[in-house]
């Protein structure tokens, strides 16, 4: 891989976009944090990060404008990449506090898991056939830190994990075109995570 | 399968890493960043940074801009001064995963911010507990040294929901080998039903098995014992490994 790539991180406000650039910095890609539209033009890639409540980050994208831009930015087949709860935000809804619209750029929601439960730690990644993407990332563990869980059309799912003695399925990964989130923190999966996102950051502009 | 976890955590007083002994005596080790650049070299599935002297000064951001710099690949949580959303806020931002709530506690109001703001994913509920003499959980304030029996504090956690996990401190045993007493999970089960991460006086890979077998313990907190050498975290896996853990990782970038 020859090209060097431009991540911009997109800055609404809350998340961990520090953790983030420091992970790409050691994986030797570059990236800025901004939240003007103009710098986040000219990124090669969005990354959408996120760490909180998903009506305070809707709120605050949909408050600064960038809500419309990435939407926007999907539209014209731009990469877009969500993590945890920046995946989340790219659905079209979220049931989390309450009923809360979201960017609506990958059909689906998120719902509670089962019991009010929350899915922390590490757990091993199923990559499925339409996650060509991350195949090499097949039975990896990464570490997961959430409570609610994608639920949407099959099609749009890359990668499941499982949880509980039931064998729960709680999607992983989903995608949609260029649009990709990953439901765990690759950038606090140690080598596991960074090379997840290495691969998947070189070859989602392909 | 949702692996359990070995977390490596420092203690931290007037900016040094210390070695706790039952929370009244305390060693120094040295430079905390050393320490967490250790931990994660080394392939723990978490750090945890306990800053013990904080009270109600608020967290201590420039100790956590400093790990933030460092670019930890490590899910790392923080306690310590933590007192409203504003603080928690600022914790998230600077890249720690989960923040570990103590004297706000009790603050329905507060804890209630907290969770709109940084999610319930990221909150976890610190209780140092000890056995009285009749074998009764009790939750101690580590400040007032005043005891309440855990039933009580359970209820009057009224905003229990939005805590992810609770971390059971054993007051007593913190600081002394095998000094984690198990009965305080198996007498608390009947009041506090979410998931436990277990602190104090942990540092044999019997004593970890032992905990973490139990189906409520999702992961035990070890301070001082880790420190001794570079490949404790290998041999402790090596010795569990039919426990459900991530196998071992050392991290070397």
């Known amino acids: 891989m020859n090209k060097k790539i431009s991540i911009g991180i997109v800055d609404y406000g809350i998340g961990n976009h520090l953790s983030v650039s420091t992970a790409l910095k050691r994986v030797g890609i570059k990236s800025f944090i901004s939240s003007s539209i103009p710098e986040l033009q000219s990124a090669d890639i969005l990354l959408l990060p996120g760490v909180g409540s998903f009506p305070i980050a809707m709120h605050n994208l949909n408050s600064s404008g960038l809500s419309s831009f990435l939407q926007d930015q999907a539209s014209k087949d731009r990469s877009i990449i969500g993590i945890c709860l920046g995946m989340q935000l790219l659905a079209e809804s979220s049931w989390e506090v309450d009923h809360t619209n979201g960017l609506g750029i990958i059909p689906g929601t998120f719902i509670s898991l089962p019991d009010n439960r929350w899915h922390i730690g590490w757990n091993s990644l199923d990559v499925l056939q339409q996650g060509n993407l991350l195949l090499d990332s097949d039975k990896q563990v990464v570490y997961f830190n959430h409570s609610f869980a994608y639920s949407g059309p099959e099609k749009y799912i890359l990668i499941n994990s499982y949880i509980g003695e039931s064998n729960f399925r709680i999607p992983a990964a989903i995608g949609k075109g260029k649009v990709i989130g990953l439901q765990f923190h690759p950038e606090k999966s140690q080598a596991a995570g960074l090379n997840l996102l290495s691969n998947l950051l070189h070859h989602i502009t392909l | ?253």
């Open chain 2, 1 to 253: 399968m949702l692996k359990k976890r070995i977390i490596g955590t420092v203690l931290v007083k007037n900016g040094i890493a210390v070695q706790s002994l039952g929370y009244s005596r305390w060693l120094p080790l040295g430079d905390p960043l050393v320490l967490i650049q250790n931990l994660e070299r080394w392939g723990v599935d978490g750090i945890t940074l306990l800053c013990i002297d904080r009270g109600n000064s608020g967290p201590d951001i420039a100790l956590i801009k400093s790990i933030a710099q460092m670019g930890l690949s490590t899910p790392f949580s923080y306690g310590g001064g933590i007192c409203d959303h504003e603080h928690a806020r600022l914790c998230v931002n600077l890249g720690v995963e989960r923040i570990i709530l103590d004297r706000v506690l009790m603050n329905s109001y507060s804890v209630c911010k907290i969770a709109d703001t940084v999610g319930t994913q990221a909150m976890i509920a610190s209780l140092p507990l000890l056995l009285d003499s009749g074998n009764n959980v009790n939750h101690i304030n580590y400040v007032t040294r005043k005891k309440t029996p855990i039933a009580e504090i359970m209820q009057r956690l009224s905003n229990f929901r939005f805590f992810s996990e609770l971390l059971f401190i054993d007051y007593i045993g913190e600081g002394f080998s095998n000094g984690f007493d198990s009965r305080l999970i198996s007498l608390s089960k009947s009041f506090a039903d979410s998931p436990i991460l277990c602190f104090g006086g942990i540092s044999t890979a019997q004593h970890i098995k032992q905990l973490l077998e139990l189906p409520q313990v999702k992961a035990i907190l070890i301070g001082n014992s880790l420190n001794y050498r570079e490949s404790s975290i290998y041999h402790l896996k090596a010795s569990l490994a039919d426990l459900p853990l991530r196998p071992h990782s050392p991290f070397y970038l």
